[in-house]
Each structure stands twice: as C-alpha cells, then as structure tokens.
C-alpha cells in the first residue's frame, strides 16, 4: 500500500522547479494504489506541462515506488 | 546534417576554456593536411567538428564525405568505403566507387572508427599508408587524394591496450588529437548553447524565441545531459513545438530532464567547474548569483517550498531569504503568478 508520504516524496523533487515558476503539484487523493494530482500555477492550462508531469511524474512514482498503479491528474 | 556556410566564427562554441582551447587548436590545423583523430562522447558534436575543419581547409571546395563504419556490416564497409567492380559479389551489377574515391581532392570523414572489426582495421591501415585503393573484385590501384579525419567516442588508446584496436592504425589516425568535453564538464556553455538552439527552432516555425523561466534555466543547468548537446539541441526543439504560452516554463521541458535535474540536490554549491585554464577569464557575479540560485532553489526544495524553512537552512533571515528570491529572478513567479512573464529583461 503506498502512503501520502512515499508519494510526496517524489513530487518534491520536481516541486522547487514548478514554484519557482509560479506553479505546484499537489496530492489530492490516494486510490489503493494510485495517485489523484492536480497541477495548479502558471502551467495548470498547457497541455505540453499536463503531457511532460504526467510521463514525469507517473515514471518517477513507478520507479520509486514499484507497487504503484496510475497517476490521475485532475 | 547541413553543412552549409559552417565557419569557424558562425558556430556556437560557449564561452567555457575548454571550447576555446579545441577552437584555437582548430584554427591551427586548419591549413595542415595531416590525420585528424575527434574524440568525444555521442553528440558532442565530432561530425560538426569535421565539417568545421574541412570547410576552413585549402580542400573546402572539394567534397566532404562522412561515412559512419558503424552502419555496415564488416563486407559492406569494405564495398562501401573502398567500391567495387561488377560481378564482385551477387548483386554487384555495375561498377561502383567507393567514399575514398568519391572523397577524392576532399575530406573523408570515418566517424565510429571504433566500431570498425579489427579485420577491417588492417585494410583501413594500408589506405592510410599508400593512398591507395583497391574496388572490391577489381585489380586496378586507384590513387586517392583525400585528407582523413576519424571520429571515436572510445578512447582509443585503450581500445588499443585491450586488444581491440590495432595498434599502428592507432598512431596512424592519432596525428593531430581533438578530444571534445561532454557537456556536464563544460556546463558554463549551457546557456550559451540553449539560447542559440530555441532561437533557431522558434525561428524555424516563425516565432520569436520567447522569454524562459529561470527554473527551466536552472534545471538546464542542472541536468546531466548524458546525450551531450544533440540532446540539448532536442530538448529546445521540443520546447519551441510545444511552448505556445508565450513563456518556457518547467512543464514544456521533456520530464526527464526535469527529473533527473530535479534529484541531484546533494551538492547544491558545486554546480559549474572551475576554468580549466589558468588565464581563462571568469564572470566572478554571474558565478555568484548562479550559486547563490543554486542554494536557494536547494533549501527551497528541501524544505517544500516553505521559505521560512529555507531561510533557517541557508541560516539568514525570512526576509532576506525574499530580498535574494527577488535578486535572483526566482520569486517573480511564485510571488505575482499573475506578472509571470512580462518582466525578464535583467534575465542573464
């Protein structure tokens, strides 16, 4: 089962890029074991940011934790 | 690859020592007639390299023919690189010449040298020795005027203390050595070279090249770049197909870079290398602000985002921790989402 913080984890390492760029990424809600995000700030409406965090963060999510399902971005 | 009007004052060399010093050596041999060995990782650059020193040599308006000996299995190369008559090998309808040949007055390129089986090596050698070639099937000695000019992403010389690589080809092709930095040892030309590669793509598809994020340039910066500057000119290709916001911001970068850029926080402060020249001249205050960006963005993500937090890592006060935000063009965003792009002009 992954937890809110094996997950936050990962996100931090792309955190401190998107904030400096008037963006987040943020945990909405765990499903077993998926993962709901939402991307807020400045690269919320660009469908190039949704493809790149997606594929990013979903592949880093499956590296680091190898029991983890899908990413939703919501 | 285009070739046209590449000069020695046209490319993107970066401002870094190491550049210079192959540059400089550049100059140099430009007139000479003499070997060339490039050695340097994939996409370095070793066949711009080439073009380069054929383009400012007496043999520019000559034929410039590259030839990778990767691509061809050990009879092809042979076909290939030397030619051959009809009726040499099954399907051998006509005559044909070889790159040797068809480089004749020029310059050949053999990049991969490493990749040429060791049988190969020796046929290669009597080339080099004799100015010669024989066509596949044939028994006429044709004479070849070429100037020869090898690439490897191994060194070679080890290849040569393995086994792999004979070693009299070796002291035949090493003549004049240029060996060609990866990227991450010469990171100061970054910015140099991501400029210049986003203005050629937007150009390209008739857009002027867009203000960038100072989080894409720090996480540029940042990043490893394991495919040298091939990868970097595909990264800002990318970019300029993807970006239509008006701002390169994190989410047009691949994620990889993003990543991989986003997980190398363990030395923060050690970013890009001191000159390898002794006398090379240094921006001592974009070095600093680059480091001090470093440092913040470090303590930034460290501490998920919370800038008190930060502050009390980098051991100076909350406020400032927002003075130095705002100095390093990091908050502009984070500080006023809704102004985020209008003001770079102090960008570096």
Request: charged residues 25%; aromatic residues 6%.
């Amino acid at each position: 089962m992954i937890t809110k913080e094996r997950v936050e984890a990962v996100l931090n390492r792309v955190r401190p890029f998107m904030q400096a760029d008037g963006g987040d990424i943020e945990l909405v809600a765990l499903n077993g074991n998926s993962a709901d995000v939402k991307l807020t700030g400045m690269c919320a409406g660009c469908p190039s940011a949704h493809m790149t965090l997606y594929l990013g963060v979903e592949t880093a999510l499956r590296e680091e934790i190898p029991e983890f399902e899908s990413l939703r971005l919501i | 690859m285009t070739t046209a009007a590449l000069t020695m004052d046209s490319v993107v060399v970066g401002r870094s020592a190491r550049m210079r010093a192959v540059f400089e050596f550049l100059r140099v041999i430009g007139n000479s007639e003499s070997t060339v060995l490039i050695t340097g990782e994939s996409g370095t650059g070793k066949e711009v390299t080439a073009t380069l020193i054929h383009q400012s040599s007496r043999r520019k308006h000559h034929p410039f023919v590259a030839v990778s000996c990767a691509l061809f299995s050990e009879t092809l190369i042979e076909s290939e690189l030397f030619g051959h008559e009809r009726g040499a090998f099954t399907g051998a309808i006509k005559d044909r010449p070889g790159r040797f040949e068809l480089a004749d007055g020029g310059t050949i390129f053999l990049d991969d040298i490493d990749d040429v089986p060791l049988s190969m090596q020796v046929k290669l050698l009597r080339v080099l020795q004799n100015r010669t070639v024989e066509r596949l099937g044939g028994t006429r000695t044709v004479p070849v005027n070429v100037r020869i000019i090898a690439g490897s992403k191994r060194d070679l010389r080890q290849m040569v203390a393995d086994g792999k690589f004979r070693e009299d080809l070796f002291y035949r092709l090493n003549v004049l050595p240029v060996a060609l930095p990866p990227l991450r040892e010469r990171r100061e030309d970054i910015p140099v070279l991501m400029e210049h590669f986003l203005e050629r793509y937007f150009r390209r598809g008739g857009d002027d090249t867009p203000q960038v994020s100072d989080a894409v340039r720090q996480a540029f910066l940042r990043y490893s770049w394991p495919g040298n500057v091939r990868e970097l000119e595909n990264a800002c290709e990318r970019i300029a197909q993807t970006c239509n916001c008006g701002t390169v911001r994190v989410g047009c970068m691949s994620a990889s870079i993003m990543f991989r850029a986003g997980s190398q926080p363990a030395d923060p402060g050690v970013v890009t290398p001191l000159p390898a020249a002794p006398a090379a001249p240094v921006a001592l205050d974009d070095r600093l602000r680059e480091l001090e960006s470093n440092l913040i963005l470090w303590a930034l993500k460290v501490s998920n985002g919370n800038k008190s937090k930060a502050a009390e890592l980098l051991q100076i006060k909350r406020s400032t921790l927002g003075d130095r935000i705002n100095r390093c063009g990091l908050g502009r965003e984070t500080e006023h989402p809704s102004d985020a792009g209008v003001e770079h002009a102090d960008a570096v």
